[in-house]
């Protein structure tokens, strides 16, 4: 990293004027090694665009991005003019620092630079330092702030022992730039300090780069030392930066509010308790920096101009970060915003419907810098357009978002927010508290049974009524009564005693008890909610959309298609697990809408177009009465979908695909039939493991799959073999945490370390077949050693188990399978391509990431690249193929998929008989074509629009 030595000063230079400067600040920049002498030539085209005066008697003279290839080695250089240069009018410069830079490693130097800035007479100082020594120093003096700020703050930290969550401060520390990588390893060896009430102190100088403290919260309570450990703070300390925050924390402690910190739910509190600043409730709006170099002194000043010119205050910040002035150049510096970190404007209401979009338009046009459009990318673009508008959406604005599952949906939003519980530690009398305690559970019963009463779907009145048996659990309220007894208020009490038995049932190591204590803790939330007045927010009585950051797959389960009548997501993508459940309950959902979708309030009326992928807010008259003329033409295309569900897919020209049915429960087979499908071409046999406490058994196991043989009544059945690890753990099948569980021990890899659990599920397969046709497939195969092992194992248990009608295959979701199909194809029946960890794993991006996710689109040119590949190998052998991941119900993919030659398409049950209608309108020898030419495109947009035009 550049730091500023007296290595690097030059004192005593005289120049006549600015160009004698400059050739003097090029010629040292070249005696020191870092550039060529063609260098000059930048540093004037430079000054020529605008003055690279900072302030203060300060210029930072650097080159242009075309003389960037005149930088041999990052480097700087101090010149100190003692007499002056007049660098423009009223800029007289005492100190020049040459820069020499190969892209963005000089914005630390300007963050130092810039905190010595706010000096008052800082110019001066320069004039007169008459060392090299002296004028580092004067550089160097003006005090570090401390950085707190809500990034440095973690609450509720997955954390299982005190070593744990020093790490995790200590990572908060690191990402906020505050530390080295190694500062982890150093809070391990220092000792810890006892504050009390829980409350934990660390600190160290070594590897500090800025001062700052974090403070993390433990998910649940733990103790060191014999102690309690509600949270701890991390300081990287250096000098005295910290003095006035210790005094504020020392305040807090003997004001007795120690163990509210430790219990705090909402970072601000945190924030507001410390004395740090908390931001103010303004408008905001999000935009990434594009510029390749960051926001280094020309953009930052170009910003800062543009903020001058509205009247009234508006700040900016790093995600998390601390929210500067936007209209001070040094404070704008001391950012170090590097390209592709998103910058959070803040402006004041008045001025912000005009500023906020001004600001946001001008960064993302590179801010005076020709920038590569981030927005090239499909997935940053659906997120960007979004955050590129104000915080609060506008009365019917179009909005663009992944379509996760097909159809349109309006209604009332139902947004629900985490609540903020605020109580005192201590009650008012043990009668009023225990009085407290009652009505608050009385009136959490009466809910409870309202919903009950109310809920159509079985399976959501049994959570609420196992939700009322624990409400009525003698322990829980003999438990509180005591606390109270003891001095507690009745919300400190029930909470403590909620979180105990919680933590209880989820130590004894048993899945399904670990999912009650889930449940515990939310009906421990109703309470508390009663308790602190807070109340519940009320689903709406009539279906509504449910508006959420991102929905795992166990809460997506849980929804009564009935009640929510469609999903918006800020994060996620179409791949990701929640969206695939999403579109087995056939709700509709749109995903990775953006960060803007979070500003919608319970009772905002959307409208999700889940055709199109769009989202309107609050939709007129006229926009409404269009979708639902849209729903009634896609209603009518499905119905008659529906009535030709039966009959095969065969293209106008007469070509046949098999259509079938991907399932996760052996019950759904039935349904999968009498919907339209052809057979099963992927039953994901994690689910039955899931769903016990242990392994299943044989004889289990055995009847799940007789069970769906038994639906498909003679129709072919495609089982993948247990495919979990990684993302998808089993409670009972512990494994080493794994810093990227995705490139870990999953699917086959996992199942080949525990032959024996394979074997089981083989043999329960082979037998519930009984001579019906069986094709089994292994997941996550990347070479033909895994292939051979696995089939081997089958070829031994089919000579014990005989079986006819048996194909033995594999899924291409690992990039090297498809490379090597040719070798595969030799040996194997079949291929089922799982696009969604093929895609994965070919773009390298996580399928579940928060954000990324929305660009992992299977039609992306290369994934296409490697199902062709596939195909080509599999009919040279005279083997066929299918598709089963998402690609395959993907109205978009389908014709791209019959063009590139895929023999069968498998996927979730609601859209079996809409894919095959599909299918019949289409024309095998145009799809060919138009799959050619998607072969040859740039990226998966350019895909998308080709198929949208022609397809
Ligand atoms: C896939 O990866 O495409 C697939 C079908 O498997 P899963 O989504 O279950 O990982
Ligand atoms: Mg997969």
């Given amino acids: 990293m550049l730091e500023l030595t007296v290595r690097q000063v030059r004192m005593g230079q005289v120049a006549a004027d600015k160009a004698s400067a400059l050739r003097l600040v090029a010629q040292a920049l070249h005696e020191d090694g870092w550039v060529s002498p063609g260098y000059l030539d930048g540093l004037q085209a430079r000054e020529a665009q ?207 509010h120690g163990q509210a910190l430790g219990l705090a739910q909402d970072r601000q509190q945190v924030m507001q308790a410390l004395g740090g600043e908390a931001l103010p409730d303004w408008p905001t709006a999000q935009v990434r920096l594009a510029n390749a170099h960051g926001l280094h002194a020309r953009p930052a000043q170009q910003l800062a101009q543009l903020a001058k010119g509205f009247d009234g205050e508006i700040r900016v910040r790093l995600e998390d970060g601390p929210a500067v002035s936007a209209k001070s150049l040094s404070k704008l510096l001391s950012l170090g915003a590097r390209a592709g970190q998103m910058l959070e404007f803040l402006a004041e209401p008045g001025i912000a419907a005009e500023a906020l979009p001004a600001l946001v338009a001008a960064v993302a046009q590179g801010l005076g810098e020709a920038v590569e459009a981030l927005a090239a990318l499909p997935g940053v673009l659906a997120v960007a357009a979004c955050a590129a508008s104000l915080s609060a959406p506008q009365v019917g604005q179009v909005l663009p978002a992944i379509v996760a599952a097909p159809g349109f949906a309006m209604g009332p939003v139902y947004a629900p927010r985490p609540p903020i519980f605020d109580f005192p530690l201590r009650g008012a009398s043990d009668l009023e508290e225990r009085q407290a305690l009652q009505r608050a559970l009385d009136q959490v019963r009466g809910d409870l049974q309202g919903l009950i009463a109310r809920s159509e779907a079985e399976a959501i009145r049994a959570i609420f009524a196992t939700h009322l048996e624990m409400l009525e659990d003698p322990a829980l309220l003999e438990e509180a009564h005591r606390g109270i007894a003891q001095g507690q208020s009745a919300a400190a009490a029930w909470g403590e005693v909620v ?74 993508g179409a791949t990701a697990h929640s969206a695939i459940v999403a579109r087995a309950l056939g709700i509709p959902a749109l995903v990775g809408a953006g960060p803007l979708v979070l500003q919608l309030n319970t009772g905002d009326s959307v409208l999700l177009d889940g055709q199109r992928g769009r989202w309107v807010f609050q939709p007129d008259a006229q926009t409404l009465a269009q979708a639902e003329r849209a729903r009634e033409r896609r209603a009518s295309l499905l ?45 994901r046999t994690e689910f039955l493991f899931m769903a016990h406490a242990q392994a299943p058994d044989l004889a289990i196991q055995e009847a799940h799959y007789r069970q769906v043989f038994d639906g498909l009544q003679g129709r072919p059945l495609v089982v993948r073999t247990l495919d979990v690890g990684g993302d998808k753990p089993l409670p009972y099948w512990p494994i080493p945490v794994e810093a990227n569980p995705y490139l870990g021990l999953r699917g086959i890899r996992l199942c080949l370390q525990r032959p024996e659990l394979l074997e089981t599920q083989l043999r329960a397969l082979l037998r519930a077949a009984d001579n019906r046709p069986l094709r089994i497939m292994f997941p996550m195969v990347g ?95 005279g083997k066929w193929v299918g598709v089963c991941g998402e690609l395959a119900a993907d109205p978009l993919a389908v014709p791209l998929l019959v063009g590139l030659g895929v023999d069968e398409l498998s996927l979730a049950i609601p859209g079996i008989a809409e894919v095959k209608a599909r299918i019949r309108t289409l024309n095998l020898a145009a799809c060919q074509g138009l799959a050619r030419r998607a072969l040859g495109l740039e990226n998966a947009a350019a895909v998308r629009t080709l198929v949208e035009e022609q397809g």
């Avoid at 070594?206 to 991390?234: D, E, N």
Wanted: proline share 5%; hydrophobic share 45%.
């Fill in 499 to 572: 979180e105990a038995a919680a933590l209880h049932q989820a130590s004894l190591g048993d899945a399904l008890l670990a999912e009650r204590a889930a449940d515990l803790r939310d009906l421990g939330r109703r309470v508390l909610a009663e308790l602190c007045g807070l109340g519940q927010t009320a689903e709406p009585e009539q279906p509504y959309i449910l508006v959420m950051d991102e929905v795992g797959p166990s809460d997506v389960a849980r929804l009564d298609p009935r009640r929510v009548a469609g999903i918006l997501t800020a994060r996620g």
């Fill in 783 to 877: 070479g033909l050693d895994e292939w051979r092992q696995a089939r081997d194992m089958v070829l031994r248990l089919r000579a014990e188990i005989p079986l006819q009608d048996l194909q033995l295959g594999i899924m291409v979701e690992v990039p090297s399978a498809a490379l090597l199909a040719h070798q595969l194809a030799r040996e194997v029946d079949f291929f089922s391509i799982g696009t969604n960890d093929l895609t994965q794993y070919c773009l390298a991006i996580d399928r579940d990431h928060p954000i990324l996710s929305a660009q992992a689109d299977g039609l992306h040119p290369a994934v296409l690249q490697l199902i062709d590949m596939t195909v080509r190998a599999a009919h040279a052998q």
């Fill in 50 to 256: 605008g003055s690279t005066f900072l302030g203060q008697g300060i210029a930072i003279p650097h080159g242009t991005p075309q003389t960037r290839d005149q930088v041999l080695s990052t480097g700087v250089c101090l010149l100190q003019f003692p007499e002056g240069v007049e660098w423009g009018p009223d800029q007289q410069v005492y100190l020049a620092i040459g820069i020499a830079a190969e892209s963005d490693e000089h914005l630390h130097l300007l963050q130092i630079l810039t905190r010595a800035l706010g000096e008052t007479d800082l110019a001066e100082a320069l004039r007169q330092a008459d060392s090299a020594e002296a004028l580092v120093q004067v550089l160097h003096a003006s005090p570090e702030a401390l950085r707190l700020d809500p990034g440095l703050i973690g609450l509720g930290e997955a954390a299982e022992d005190f070593d744990e969550l020093v790490w995790r401060g200590a990572r908060l520390l690191r990402r906020g730039g505050c530390v080295d990588n190694g500062f982890a390893a150093v809070l391990q060896q220092v000792e810890a300090l006892p504050l009390g009430e829980g409350l934990w102190w660390l600190h160290s100088e070594q590897q500090v780069r800025q001062p700052g403290l974090a403070f993390v919260t433990p998910a649940r309570p733990l103790r060191h030392l014999g102690q309690p450990l509600l949270g701890l703070f991390c300081l990287a300390s250096r000098g005295e930066a910290h003095r006035a925050l210790l005094e504020r924390l020392c305040e807090v402690l003997i004001a007795g």
């Fill in 639 to 683: 119905q008659s979908a529906m009535a030709q569900r039966f009959e095969p897919a065969r293209t106008l020209d007469g070509h046949r695909l098999e259509v079938c049915a991907n399932l996760g429960d052996s019950a759904d087979a039935v349904r999968a039939v009498e919907l339209g499908a052809e057979g099963v071409g992927l039953l």
